[in-house]
Protein backbone atom coordinates (compact mmCIF):
# COMPACT_ATOMS: atom_id res chain seq x y z
CA UNK A 1 0.00 0.00 0.00
CA UNK A 2 0.85 2.96 -0.92
CA UNK A 3 2.33 5.71 2.05
CA UNK A 4 -0.03 8.41 0.63
CA UNK A 5 -3.16 6.29 0.98
CA UNK A 6 -1.66 5.05 4.31
CA UNK A 7 -1.95 8.36 5.51
CA UNK A 8 -4.99 9.58 4.05
CA UNK A 9 -7.62 6.91 3.29
CA UNK A 10 -10.42 7.78 5.57
CA UNK A 11 -10.88 7.43 8.03
CA UNK A 12 -7.47 9.86 8.12
CA UNK A 13 -4.56 8.18 9.34
CA UNK A 14 -4.21 4.94 11.93
CA UNK A 15 -1.77 1.99 12.21
CA UNK A 16 -2.12 -0.47 9.45
CA UNK A 17 -2.87 -3.93 11.55
CA UNK A 18 -2.53 -7.08 9.30
CA UNK A 19 -4.72 -10.11 9.82
CA UNK A 20 -4.11 -12.26 6.91
CA UNK A 21 -1.20 -13.05 4.48
CA UNK A 22 -2.90 -13.29 1.43
CA UNK A 23 0.20 -13.92 -0.79
CA UNK A 24 3.51 -14.47 0.31
CA UNK A 25 6.94 -13.49 -1.10
CA UNK A 26 7.41 -16.52 -3.56
CA UNK A 27 3.56 -16.76 -4.84
CA UNK A 28 3.79 -12.57 -5.86
CA UNK A 29 7.11 -13.45 -7.80
CA UNK A 30 5.06 -16.15 -9.67
CA UNK A 31 2.12 -13.95 -9.99
CA UNK A 32 4.11 -11.42 -11.90
CA UNK A 33 6.02 -13.82 -13.71
CA UNK A 34 2.85 -15.07 -14.82
CA UNK A 35 1.94 -11.63 -15.66
CA UNK A 36 5.16 -11.05 -17.46
CA UNK A 37 4.52 -13.54 -19.77
CA UNK A 38 0.89 -12.43 -20.11
CA UNK A 39 2.06 -8.92 -21.38
CA UNK A 40 4.34 -10.74 -23.68
CA UNK A 41 2.09 -13.23 -25.02
CA UNK A 42 -0.86 -10.10 -25.74
CA UNK A 43 1.04 -7.89 -27.18
CA UNK A 44 3.09 -10.52 -29.64
CA UNK A 45 6.53 -9.40 -27.81
CA UNK A 46 7.20 -5.85 -26.43
CA UNK A 47 7.68 -3.88 -29.44
CA UNK A 48 6.15 -0.22 -28.39
CA UNK A 49 5.64 -1.78 -24.85
CA UNK A 50 6.44 1.14 -22.28
CA UNK A 51 5.79 -0.05 -18.53
CA UNK A 52 4.27 3.14 -16.42
CA UNK A 53 4.00 2.73 -12.46
CA UNK A 54 0.85 4.87 -10.63
CA UNK A 55 2.86 6.65 -7.59
CA UNK A 56 3.42 5.19 -5.37
CA UNK A 57 2.18 1.90 -4.64
CA UNK A 58 3.01 0.86 -8.64
CA UNK A 59 6.40 1.97 -8.44
CA UNK A 60 8.35 -1.37 -7.56
CA UNK A 61 6.03 -3.70 -8.88
CA UNK A 62 6.72 -2.25 -12.28
CA UNK A 63 10.66 -2.50 -11.33
CA UNK A 64 9.78 -6.42 -10.53
CA UNK A 65 8.28 -6.53 -13.93
CA UNK A 66 10.77 -4.71 -15.62
CA UNK A 67 13.51 -7.12 -14.64
CA UNK A 68 11.32 -10.33 -15.41
CA UNK A 69 10.26 -8.78 -18.70
CA UNK A 70 14.40 -8.64 -19.45
CA UNK A 71 14.57 -12.16 -18.11
CA UNK A 72 12.15 -13.71 -20.16
CA UNK A 73 12.83 -11.76 -23.67
CA UNK A 74 15.98 -10.18 -22.92
CA UNK A 75 14.20 -6.55 -23.91
CA UNK A 76 14.59 -3.38 -21.72
CA UNK A 77 11.28 -1.86 -21.60
CA UNK A 78 10.86 1.94 -21.09
CA UNK A 79 9.49 2.79 -17.74
CA UNK A 80 8.11 5.72 -16.42
CA UNK A 81 6.12 7.17 -13.18
CA UNK A 82 2.50 9.03 -13.09
CA UNK A 83 1.56 10.86 -10.14
CA UNK A 84 -2.11 11.11 -10.72
CA UNK A 85 -2.72 13.72 -7.92
CA UNK A 86 -3.64 16.64 -10.29
CA UNK A 87 -6.09 14.57 -12.49
CA UNK A 88 -8.23 13.22 -9.44
CA UNK A 89 -11.97 14.03 -9.46
CA UNK A 90 -12.04 13.88 -5.61
CA UNK A 91 -9.59 16.76 -5.31
CA UNK A 92 -11.55 19.49 -2.77
CA UNK A 93 -13.37 16.61 -1.30
CA UNK A 94 -10.36 15.39 0.81
CA UNK A 95 -6.92 16.28 0.88
CA UNK A 96 -4.71 15.59 -2.34
CA UNK A 97 -1.12 16.70 -2.74
CA UNK A 98 1.25 15.81 -6.00
CA UNK A 99 3.67 14.39 -3.67
CA UNK A 100 5.70 11.78 -6.04
CA UNK A 101 7.16 12.51 -9.30
CA UNK A 102 5.99 12.12 -12.56
CA UNK A 103 8.71 10.87 -14.61
CA UNK A 104 7.70 10.03 -18.65
CA UNK A 105 10.51 10.90 -20.73
CA UNK A 106 9.19 9.15 -23.80
CA UNK A 107 6.26 10.28 -26.67
CA UNK A 108 3.59 7.87 -25.68
CA UNK A 109 2.09 8.37 -29.08
CA UNK A 110 1.48 4.87 -31.03
CA UNK A 111 2.58 3.01 -28.05
CA UNK A 112 1.32 0.24 -25.88
CA UNK A 113 1.01 1.94 -22.62
CA UNK A 114 0.97 -1.07 -19.59
CA UNK A 115 -0.46 1.09 -16.54
CA UNK A 116 1.19 -0.96 -13.33
CA UNK A 117 -0.40 -0.46 -9.80
CA UNK A 118 -0.57 -2.53 -6.95
CA UNK A 119 -4.14 -2.77 -5.67
CA UNK A 120 -7.23 -2.10 -8.03
CA UNK A 121 -9.91 -0.99 -6.12
CA UNK A 122 -12.70 1.94 -7.21
CA UNK A 123 -11.06 2.66 -10.27
CA UNK A 124 -11.06 6.68 -10.05
CA UNK A 125 -7.20 6.27 -9.80
CA UNK A 126 -7.40 4.58 -13.24
CA UNK A 127 -9.56 6.70 -14.86
CA UNK A 128 -7.36 9.56 -13.71
CA UNK A 129 -3.97 7.94 -14.99
CA UNK A 130 -6.23 7.96 -18.13
CA UNK A 131 -7.00 11.21 -18.32
CA UNK A 132 -2.88 12.41 -17.59
CA UNK A 133 -1.88 9.80 -20.16
CA UNK A 134 -3.22 11.91 -22.62
CA UNK A 135 -0.84 14.97 -22.22
CA UNK A 136 1.90 12.43 -23.36
CA UNK A 137 0.99 11.66 -26.36
CA UNK A 138 -1.94 9.04 -27.36
CA UNK A 139 -0.97 5.60 -26.98
CA UNK A 140 -2.11 3.13 -29.88
CA UNK A 141 -3.28 0.86 -26.67
CA UNK A 142 -3.42 1.62 -22.73
CA UNK A 143 -3.47 -1.83 -20.74
CA UNK A 144 -4.49 -2.45 -16.95
CA UNK A 145 -1.52 -4.63 -14.79
CA UNK A 146 -2.37 -5.30 -11.04
CA UNK A 147 -0.90 -7.26 -8.16
CA UNK A 148 -4.66 -7.35 -6.79
CA UNK A 149 -7.54 -6.63 -7.44
CA UNK A 150 -9.77 -6.14 -4.50
CA UNK A 151 -13.20 -5.27 -5.98
CA UNK A 152 -15.80 -2.66 -4.94
CA UNK A 153 -15.52 -0.50 -8.52
CA UNK A 154 -17.35 2.55 -8.74
CA UNK A 155 -16.22 2.93 -12.87
CA UNK A 156 -16.71 0.50 -15.88
CA UNK A 157 -13.01 -0.25 -15.38
CA UNK A 158 -11.08 -3.55 -15.77
CA UNK A 159 -7.73 -4.89 -15.34
CA UNK A 160 -6.24 -7.26 -18.38
CA UNK A 161 -3.37 -8.50 -16.32
CA UNK A 162 -4.19 -9.63 -12.56
CA UNK A 163 -1.92 -11.16 -9.54
CA UNK A 164 -5.26 -12.50 -7.57
CA UNK A 165 -8.93 -11.49 -7.23
CA UNK A 166 -9.17 -10.77 -3.75
CA UNK A 167 -12.69 -10.27 -2.55
CA UNK A 168 -12.51 -7.67 0.83
CA UNK A 169 -14.69 -5.50 2.63
CA UNK A 170 -14.85 -1.86 2.12
CA UNK A 171 -13.02 -0.77 4.52
CA UNK A 172 -10.29 -3.71 4.75
CA UNK A 173 -6.81 -2.56 3.83
CA UNK A 174 -4.33 -4.52 0.97
CA UNK A 175 -0.71 -3.96 1.44
CA UNK A 176 1.23 -5.21 -1.79
CA UNK A 177 5.33 -5.35 -1.32
CA UNK A 178 7.02 -7.30 -3.43
CA UNK A 179 8.09 -9.48 0.19
CA UNK A 180 4.09 -10.53 0.01
CA UNK A 181 0.29 -9.39 0.43
CA UNK A 182 -1.24 -8.57 3.79
CA UNK A 183 -5.26 -8.20 4.60
CA UNK A 184 -6.15 -5.88 7.28
CA UNK A 185 -7.59 -3.00 8.86
CA UNK A 186 -6.45 0.68 9.90
CA UNK A 187 -6.43 1.09 13.70
CA UNK A 188 -6.57 4.29 15.91
CA UNK B 1 -2.09 30.71 8.81
CA UNK B 2 -4.29 30.54 6.50
CA UNK B 3 -5.59 29.96 2.98
CA UNK B 4 -3.78 33.15 1.70
CA UNK B 5 -0.60 34.15 0.75
CA UNK B 6 0.14 37.58 2.48
CA UNK B 7 4.23 37.86 3.23
CA UNK B 8 6.81 34.91 3.95
CA UNK B 9 7.92 36.02 6.93
CA UNK B 10 4.67 34.56 8.28
CA UNK B 11 5.20 31.24 7.16
CA UNK B 12 7.71 28.92 9.34
CA UNK B 13 10.47 26.85 7.27
CA UNK B 14 8.30 23.76 6.95
CA UNK B 15 5.52 25.87 5.30
CA UNK B 16 7.94 27.61 2.63
CA UNK B 17 9.72 24.28 2.20
CA UNK B 18 6.06 22.21 1.32
CA UNK B 19 5.73 25.04 -1.21
CA UNK B 20 9.16 25.04 -3.24
CA UNK B 21 8.97 21.36 -2.64
CA UNK B 22 5.38 21.12 -4.64
CA UNK B 23 7.29 23.76 -7.06
CA UNK B 24 9.18 20.79 -8.20
CA UNK B 25 6.37 18.97 -9.17
CA UNK B 26 4.68 22.01 -11.56
CA UNK B 27 8.18 22.97 -12.67
CA UNK B 28 7.89 18.98 -14.54
CA UNK B 29 4.35 19.76 -15.79
CA UNK B 30 5.09 22.68 -17.18
CA UNK B 31 7.79 20.41 -19.03
CA UNK B 32 4.88 18.20 -20.38
CA UNK B 33 4.51 18.00 -24.38
CA UNK B 34 0.56 19.09 -22.89
CA UNK B 35 1.49 21.31 -19.92
CA UNK B 36 -1.89 21.83 -18.38
CA UNK B 37 -3.73 19.95 -15.53
CA UNK B 38 -7.13 20.22 -14.39
CA UNK B 39 -7.05 20.27 -11.03
CA UNK B 40 -8.69 23.88 -10.35
CA UNK B 41 -11.17 22.96 -12.83
CA UNK B 42 -13.99 25.04 -11.48
CA UNK B 43 -12.49 27.39 -9.90
CA UNK B 44 -12.36 31.10 -10.96
CA UNK B 45 -9.22 33.47 -9.43
CA UNK B 46 -10.22 37.11 -9.81
CA UNK B 47 -6.69 39.35 -10.71
CA UNK B 48 -7.37 42.91 -8.95
CA UNK B 49 -4.20 45.29 -9.90
CA UNK B 50 -3.88 48.56 -8.88
CA UNK B 51 -0.44 48.97 -10.06
CA UNK B 52 0.76 48.09 -13.44
CA UNK B 53 2.39 44.91 -13.98
CA UNK B 54 3.40 42.95 -17.27
CA UNK B 55 5.02 39.79 -15.64
CA UNK B 56 3.64 39.12 -12.27
CA UNK B 57 0.24 39.32 -13.72
CA UNK B 58 1.25 36.92 -16.99
CA UNK B 59 2.90 34.98 -14.98
CA UNK B 60 -0.36 34.52 -12.54
CA UNK B 61 -2.61 34.13 -15.32
CA UNK B 62 -0.49 31.69 -16.93
CA UNK B 63 -0.25 29.81 -14.11
CA UNK B 64 -4.49 29.67 -12.98
CA UNK B 65 -4.82 28.58 -16.56
CA UNK B 66 -2.27 25.72 -16.84
CA UNK B 67 -4.20 24.68 -13.73
CA UNK B 68 -7.55 25.07 -15.57
CA UNK B 69 -9.06 26.97 -13.49
CA UNK B 70 -10.55 30.54 -14.95
CA UNK B 71 -9.37 34.02 -14.46
CA UNK B 72 -11.17 36.96 -14.64
CA UNK B 73 -9.88 40.74 -14.57
CA UNK B 74 -11.11 43.58 -12.16
CA UNK B 75 -10.43 47.05 -14.25
CA UNK B 76 -9.12 48.61 -11.53
CA UNK B 77 -9.34 51.97 -13.40
CA UNK B 78 -12.57 52.22 -14.29
CA UNK B 79 -14.25 49.79 -11.33
CA UNK B 80 -17.15 50.94 -9.03
CA UNK B 81 -13.57 51.92 -6.48
CA UNK B 82 -13.72 54.80 -8.83
CA UNK B 83 -16.87 55.48 -8.06
CA UNK B 84 -16.18 55.98 -4.07
CA UNK B 85 -17.29 52.18 -3.38
CA UNK B 86 -14.67 50.95 -0.16
CA UNK B 87 -12.08 48.33 -1.27
CA UNK B 88 -13.86 46.23 1.47
CA UNK B 89 -17.29 46.48 -0.02
CA UNK B 90 -15.45 45.92 -3.97
CA UNK B 91 -14.11 42.62 -2.72
CA UNK B 92 -16.86 41.15 -0.76
CA UNK B 93 -18.99 42.12 -3.85
CA UNK B 94 -16.10 39.97 -6.28
CA UNK B 95 -16.68 37.28 -3.81
CA UNK B 96 -20.31 36.84 -3.35
CA UNK B 97 -20.15 36.36 -7.30
CA UNK B 98 -18.31 33.42 -6.34
CA UNK B 99 -14.79 34.18 -6.97
CA UNK B 100 -12.19 31.43 -5.44
CA UNK B 101 -9.22 33.56 -4.92
CA UNK B 102 -8.37 37.69 -5.19
CA UNK B 103 -4.65 37.84 -6.66
CA UNK B 104 -3.97 41.83 -5.20
CA UNK B 105 -1.50 44.00 -6.21
CA UNK B 106 -1.06 47.10 -4.36
CA UNK B 107 1.09 50.29 -3.46
CA UNK B 108 -0.54 50.55 -0.16
CA UNK B 109 1.71 48.01 1.98
CA UNK B 110 -0.56 45.85 4.05
CA UNK B 111 -3.41 46.25 2.53
CA UNK B 112 -3.67 42.51 0.80
CA UNK B 113 -3.69 41.45 4.47
CA UNK B 114 -6.25 43.92 5.35
CA UNK B 115 -8.59 42.24 2.40
CA UNK B 116 -8.21 38.81 3.44
CA UNK B 117 -8.99 39.70 7.07
CA UNK B 118 -11.94 41.37 5.51
CA UNK B 119 -13.00 38.03 3.95
CA UNK B 120 -11.97 35.62 5.99
CA UNK B 121 -11.72 32.10 4.90
CA UNK B 122 -14.50 32.15 2.07
CA UNK B 123 -11.92 33.58 -0.27
CA UNK B 124 -8.36 33.07 -0.94
CA UNK B 125 -6.30 36.28 -1.11
CA UNK B 126 -2.57 36.23 -2.60
CA UNK B 127 -0.45 39.22 -2.05
CA UNK B 128 1.73 40.13 -5.90
CA UNK B 129 3.22 42.51 -4.11
CA UNK B 130 1.98 45.31 -1.75
CA UNK B 131 3.69 48.82 -1.42
CA UNK B 132 7.46 48.09 0.19
CA UNK B 133 6.11 45.56 2.04
CA UNK B 134 6.07 42.08 0.55
CA UNK B 135 6.25 40.14 -2.81
CA UNK B 136 6.06 36.46 -1.34
CA UNK B 137 5.91 34.40 -4.97
CA UNK B 138 9.08 36.96 -5.90
CA UNK B 139 10.65 35.61 -3.19
CA UNK B 140 9.72 32.03 -3.12
CA UNK B 141 10.61 31.81 -7.10
CA UNK B 142 14.39 33.48 -6.28
CA UNK B 143 14.80 30.83 -3.71
CA UNK B 144 13.33 27.78 -6.05
CA UNK B 145 15.54 29.44 -8.63
CA UNK B 146 18.65 29.32 -6.68
CA UNK B 147 17.73 25.67 -4.97
CA UNK B 148 17.36 24.16 -8.74
CA UNK B 149 20.67 25.83 -9.89
CA UNK B 150 22.43 24.40 -6.27
CA UNK B 151 21.00 21.29 -5.95
CA UNK B 152 18.63 20.62 -9.18
CA UNK B 153 16.06 21.18 -7.23
CA UNK B 154 14.10 21.97 -4.10
CA UNK B 155 13.18 18.32 -2.95
CA UNK B 156 11.57 17.81 0.29
CA UNK B 157 13.80 19.69 2.31
CA UNK B 158 14.89 22.43 0.44
CA UNK B 159 18.00 24.45 1.77
CA UNK B 160 20.25 27.13 0.93
CA UNK B 161 22.95 26.25 3.61
CA UNK B 162 26.63 27.55 2.85
CA UNK B 163 25.18 29.89 0.07
CA UNK B 164 26.11 33.39 0.67
CA UNK B 165 23.70 35.57 -0.83
CA UNK B 166 24.42 39.72 -1.62
CA UNK B 167 21.40 41.43 -2.30
CA UNK B 168 22.17 44.47 -4.08
CA UNK B 169 20.43 47.65 -5.01
CA UNK B 170 17.92 49.71 -3.85
CA UNK B 171 17.04 48.15 -0.97
CA UNK B 172 14.98 50.80 1.24
CA UNK B 173 11.88 50.49 -1.76
CA UNK B 174 11.98 46.66 -2.82
CA UNK B 175 9.77 44.92 -1.58
CA UNK B 176 11.25 41.89 -3.39
CA UNK B 177 14.24 42.55 -0.91
CA UNK B 178 12.24 41.76 2.05
CA UNK B 179 10.58 38.60 0.83
CA UNK B 180 13.97 37.23 -0.61
CA UNK B 181 15.24 38.10 2.93
CA UNK B 182 12.42 36.23 4.55
CA UNK B 183 12.83 33.08 2.60
CA UNK B 184 16.52 33.03 2.30
CA UNK B 185 16.59 33.68 5.72
CA UNK B 186 14.80 30.62 6.42
CA UNK B 187 16.64 28.73 4.09
CA UNK B 188 20.03 29.16 6.36
CA UNK B 189 21.50 31.25 3.39
CA UNK B 190 23.56 33.85 4.84
CA UNK B 191 22.59 37.48 3.20
CA UNK B 192 24.24 40.35 3.08
CA UNK B 193 22.80 43.72 1.92
CA UNK B 194 24.95 45.95 -0.09
CA UNK B 195 23.85 49.34 -1.10
CA UNK B 196 24.54 53.03 -0.97
CA UNK B 197 23.58 54.70 2.35
CA UNK B 198 20.79 56.75 1.47
CA UNK B 199 18.85 52.81 -0.03
CA UNK B 200 19.75 51.26 2.91
CA UNK B 201 16.27 50.39 4.58
CA UNK B 202 15.47 52.39 7.91
CA UNK B 203 13.43 49.73 9.68
CA UNK B 204 17.76 48.00 9.98
CA UNK B 205 16.93 47.37 13.15
CA UNK B 206 14.81 44.28 12.67
CA UNK B 207 17.03 43.11 9.73
CA UNK B 208 19.66 40.62 11.33
CA UNK B 209 21.59 40.32 8.62
CA UNK B 210 25.46 42.41 7.29
CA UNK B 211 25.65 45.34 5.76
CA UNK B 212 27.60 47.14 3.55
CA UNK B 213 28.03 49.86 0.82
CA UNK B 214 30.64 48.74 -1.06
CA UNK B 215 30.19 45.59 -3.41
CA UNK B 216 33.47 45.26 -4.35
CA UNK B 217 34.55 44.30 -1.12
CA UNK B 218 32.17 41.65 -0.17
CA UNK B 219 32.10 40.05 -4.17
CA UNK B 220 34.55 37.58 -3.21
CA UNK B 221 32.47 35.71 -0.85
CA UNK B 222 29.11 35.69 -2.49
CA UNK B 223 28.24 33.26 -4.26
CA UNK B 224 24.78 34.87 -5.47
CA UNK B 225 24.31 38.92 -6.57
CA UNK B 226 20.48 39.39 -6.33
CA UNK B 227 20.15 42.58 -8.11
CA UNK B 228 17.62 44.75 -7.33
CA UNK B 229 15.69 47.31 -9.83
CA UNK B 230 16.69 51.09 -9.57
CA UNK B 231 13.02 52.00 -9.19
CA UNK B 232 13.19 55.42 -10.67
CA UNK B 233 9.14 55.93 -10.47
CA UNK B 234 8.98 54.88 -6.82
CA UNK B 235 11.58 57.15 -5.90
CA UNK B 236 10.83 60.61 -6.44
CA UNK B 237 13.37 63.28 -6.18
CA UNK B 238 16.82 61.98 -7.47
CA UNK B 239 17.76 60.19 -4.57
CA UNK B 240 20.81 58.55 -6.50
CA UNK B 241 23.30 61.15 -6.96
CA UNK B 242 24.04 60.18 -10.44
CA UNK B 243 23.60 57.19 -12.19
CA UNK B 244 27.27 57.40 -13.65
CA UNK B 245 27.90 57.16 -9.77
CA UNK B 246 25.94 53.87 -9.40
CA UNK B 247 26.91 52.01 -11.94
CA UNK B 248 30.42 53.05 -10.77
CA UNK B 249 29.94 51.37 -7.55
CA UNK B 250 26.70 48.80 -7.42
CA UNK B 251 26.43 47.88 -11.58
CA UNK B 252 27.36 44.51 -12.57
CA UNK B 253 29.55 46.17 -15.65
CA UNK B 254 31.58 44.22 -17.85
CA UNK B 255 34.96 44.44 -15.78
CA UNK B 256 33.35 43.42 -12.95
CA UNK B 257 31.87 40.23 -13.61
CA UNK B 258 35.35 39.64 -15.14
CA UNK B 259 36.72 39.65 -11.66
CA UNK B 260 33.58 37.41 -10.25
CA UNK B 261 34.27 33.81 -9.11
CA UNK B 262 33.36 31.84 -12.03
CA UNK B 263 30.45 29.62 -9.54
CA UNK B 264 28.75 33.12 -8.84
CA UNK B 265 25.16 33.43 -10.40
CA UNK B 266 22.80 36.53 -10.89
CA UNK B 267 19.48 37.10 -10.32
CA UNK B 268 16.91 40.31 -11.00
CA UNK B 269 13.50 40.25 -10.71
CA UNK B 270 13.17 42.66 -13.58
CA UNK B 271 12.48 44.68 -15.63
CA UNK B 272 15.90 45.37 -16.37
CA UNK B 273 17.17 48.76 -16.52
CA UNK B 274 19.93 47.59 -18.88
CA UNK B 275 23.28 49.24 -18.72
CA UNK B 276 22.42 49.98 -14.94
CA UNK B 277 21.96 47.19 -12.37
CA UNK B 278 23.78 44.82 -15.46
CA UNK B 279 25.84 45.71 -18.68
CA UNK B 280 23.93 44.41 -21.94
CA UNK B 281 27.01 42.16 -22.35
CA UNK B 282 26.57 40.19 -19.36
CA UNK B 283 22.96 39.91 -19.29
CA UNK B 284 23.11 38.74 -23.12
CA UNK B 285 26.16 36.32 -22.68
CA UNK B 286 26.64 35.01 -19.36
CA UNK B 287 25.57 31.49 -18.25
CA UNK B 288 25.63 32.44 -14.62
CA UNK B 289 23.06 34.82 -14.88
CA UNK B 290 19.70 33.34 -14.07
CA UNK B 291 17.12 35.96 -15.35
CA UNK B 292 15.29 33.88 -17.71
CA UNK B 293 15.56 30.27 -15.34
CA UNK B 294 13.47 32.78 -12.77
CA UNK B 295 10.70 33.51 -15.07
CA UNK B 296 10.08 30.43 -15.77
CA UNK B 297 10.38 29.01 -12.65
CA UNK B 298 7.66 31.96 -11.67
CA UNK B 299 4.55 29.82 -13.25
CA UNK B 300 5.82 27.03 -11.69
CA UNK B 301 5.93 29.09 -8.36
CA UNK B 302 2.72 30.36 -8.44
CA UNK B 303 0.39 26.78 -9.77
CA UNK B 304 2.67 25.64 -6.54
CA UNK B 305 0.51 28.40 -4.61
CA UNK B 306 -2.55 28.51 -6.77
CA UNK B 307 -3.10 24.64 -6.15
CA UNK B 308 -1.89 24.73 -2.53
CA UNK B 309 -4.46 27.39 -1.41
CA UNK B 310 -7.55 26.05 -3.29
CA UNK B 311 -6.98 22.97 -4.41
CA UNK B 312 -4.83 20.20 -1.63
CA UNK B 313 -7.78 20.84 0.29
CA UNK B 314 -5.44 21.51 3.06
CA UNK B 315 -4.18 24.97 4.65
CA UNK B 316 -0.87 26.95 4.70
CA UNK B 317 0.30 26.51 8.30
Not at chain 1, 19 to 24: F, G, I, S, Y
Not at chain 2, 33 to 41: E, S, T
Given at each position: MADRERRMTPPYGGVFVA??????AAQVHRALTRISHEIIERNQGLEDVVLVALQTGGVEIARLLSRLLFEIEGVDVPTGTLDVALYRDDIGLRPVMPEAETDIQIDLGGKIVVLVDDVLFTGRTIRAALDALTDFGRPRAVQLAVVIDRGHRELPIRPDFVGKNLPTRRDEVVDVNPEGVLLGEMRK | MSNHLINLADLDRDAIRELLHLTDRFVEVSQR?????????GRTIAMVFFEDSTRTRMSFDLAAKRLSADVIDFPTHTSSLSKGESLQDTAETIGALGVDALIIRHSSGGLPGEIAEAVGETISVINAGDGLNAHPTQGLLDAYTLCQHFHGSAGIEASLSGIHVGIVGDVKHSRVARSDLAVYRSLGAKVTIVAPPELQPTDLDNWPVDITDDLDEVLPTLDVVGLLRIQKERMGETVVNSIDDYIERYGVTESRANRMNDNLVILHPGPVNRGIEIADTVLDKRANVLVNQQVTNGVAVRMAVLFRLLGSGVEID
Open positions: RTTVLD | PIPKVPALR
